[in-house]
């Protein structure tokens, strides 16, 4: 696939799209916290790996490539919505909205028979997950939804091995903070 994109080919795109797409979409709308971002984040990490096969070493795999690209865009979306609320403080957008996120379905849980416990312990989850700081949301969604390894999430966000552990385990208590004091009854199982 790799060399096929290399030359070009569109059939190999549309090939990556189908075998990643999920993935990317998913960590898009988890990180940026709205569905209709995500969708455009994630068609121009597409198209920028299309674009850009050439600078891909074969260090790691190309999912997790994607992963990186799709992280760096959202930074990048993300830090432009922080200036527009600094240069505009009255106007909503960007990452903030949250309306189009409850729309349509980015984890499975949202699949699940609306009112049933799964449903609505995968609503509260992903709303935890959401209300994370950035920098523990990344790995949170890297480690836990994209099932990436510390070794992998090191390559995806170029940082040590020991600072990705550090903020998993930040992570988690967090987690199991935010969860215990909603009432949460699986909050146990964080841990």
């Given at each position: ?8 080919d569109h059939l190999a795109l549309e090939g990556l799209m189908n075998r ?20 455009d984040v994630s068609q121009e990490a597409f198209l920028q790996a299309f ?141």
């Amino acid at each position: 696939m790799i060399q096929m994109l290399r030359r070009g080919d569109h059939l190999a795109l549309e090939g990556l799209m189908n075998r990643f797409g999920t993935d990317v979409l998913r960590t898009a709308a988890l990180l940026l916290k709205d569905r209709h971002l995500a969708e455009d984040v994630s068609q121009e990490a597409f198209l920028q790996a299309f674009q850009r096969i050439s600078q891909f070493r074969g260090e790691g795999t190309l999912r997790g490539w994607l992963l990186q690209i799709t992280v760096n865009l959202c930074r990048a979306r993300m830090r432009r919505a922080s200036w527009r609320r600094l240069l505009f403080p009255g106007e909503r957008g960007g990452a903030d909205k949250t309306a189009g996120s409850a729309e349509q379905p980015i984890l499975s849980a949202e699949l699940a028979e609306p009112g049933s416990t799964r449903h609505m312990d995968g609503m509260t989850l992903r709303q935890e997950v959401e209300s994370l700081p950035r920098k523990y949301r990344e790995v949170v969604v890297l480690y836990y939804f994209q099932e990436l390894t510390v070794k992998e999430i090191v390559v995806v966000l170029g940082e040590a091995e020991g600072t990705i552990k550090s903020k998993l385990s930040r992570a988690r208590g967090l987690l199991k903070q935010q969860l215990e004091e909603g009432g949460w009854e699986h909050g146990q199982s964080l841990g």
